[in-house]
Each structure stands twice: as structure tokens, then as C-alpha cells.
């Protein structure tokens, strides 16, 4: 499955967290920031030239530079990095990569990846477009 960039540009919401293989409390921390429950009701703006922020219910925003990549062979990818004032998304290294499950344009399906022992649970982001 490969979705076109154009269905993820546009302001989504965070409806529903979601665990594969792991407890929910497992996960403390998630994007080096909180734990996933904060992240529920967020809102992530994406524009089509990759820019974009998030903002948490506490009122917590972070800039982010997204891209899809379409080469993994596990699937389409969606995949962000922190941008701080004063960075250039080229030149930050460090990021965050999540397995695009479904997007529709109206619904979106994120899992991220947890490794857990030998084997790879997930937190599962449903998002839904404001």
C-alpha cells in the first residue's frame, strides 16, 4: 500500500491510542517527549513542503519536518524530526519513523515501532482530519 503525500497534508487530530503486543503503561516516553496518552486529542498540521508542528492538549508544541518514504520494503513509512529554532532539517540526523497502516485522506493509522525483548510491539496512533 502506497498513499500519495498529498493525503497526509492538512490538520489531523489524535482520536484514539491504541497498543499491539505491549501493555499501555509499557511505554513511558514516546518522541522523547511524554507518554503516549498525552499525545491523545494532539493535533499535527502538515504542510505539503514538509513543514509542520504538533501541538499537545497541555498546550505543548513541537516543529517537526516529515517526509513518506516509499523504499522501506515493510511498507510505507511516515517519518518526522524535531526541528528547534535556529536548525535546518538537513542537517538534524535524529527522527522518528512510524508504519503508515491506513490513510484515506479523512482517517489516518500510524503504528510505531517498540522493541520488546526479541520481538517489535507497537503504539498505534488513530488520526482523523479537522
Known amino acids: ?29 514516546v518522541f522523547d517527549q511524554a507518554p503516549p496518552s498525552a499525545f491523545r486529542g494532539s493535533t499535527w498540521k502538515l504542510t505539503n513542503s514538509g513543514n509542520g508542528i504538533y501541538t499537545l492538549p497541555n498546550g505543548t508544541s513541537q516543529t517537526i519536518y516529515w517526509s513518506v518514504n516509499n523504499t522501506d520494503p515493510t511498507g510505507q513509512i511516515f517519518q518526522f524530526k524535531k526541528i ?23 482517517t489516518m493509522t500510524l503504528k510505531s515501532p517498540v522493541a520488546m525483548g526479541s520481538s517489535t510491539a507497537y503504539v498505534i496512533y488513530t488520526f482523523m482530519k479537522q
Not at 497526509?8 to 499491539?20: C, M, R, S
Not at 535546518?88 to 540526523?93: D, I, L, R
Open 1 to 29: 500500500m502506497s498513499v500519495s503525500r498529498g493525503k497526509f497534508t492538512g490538520t489531523w487530530k489524535v482520536t484514539n491510542i491504541t497498543y499491539d503486543g505491549l501493555v499501555e503503561n509499557a511505554v513511558q516516553n
Open 84 to 106: 528547534y529554532e535556529g536548525d535546518k532539517a538537513k542537517n538534524v540526523t535524529d527522527g522518528y519513523q512510524l508504519y503508515v497502516a491506513g490513510n484515506d485522506g479523512h
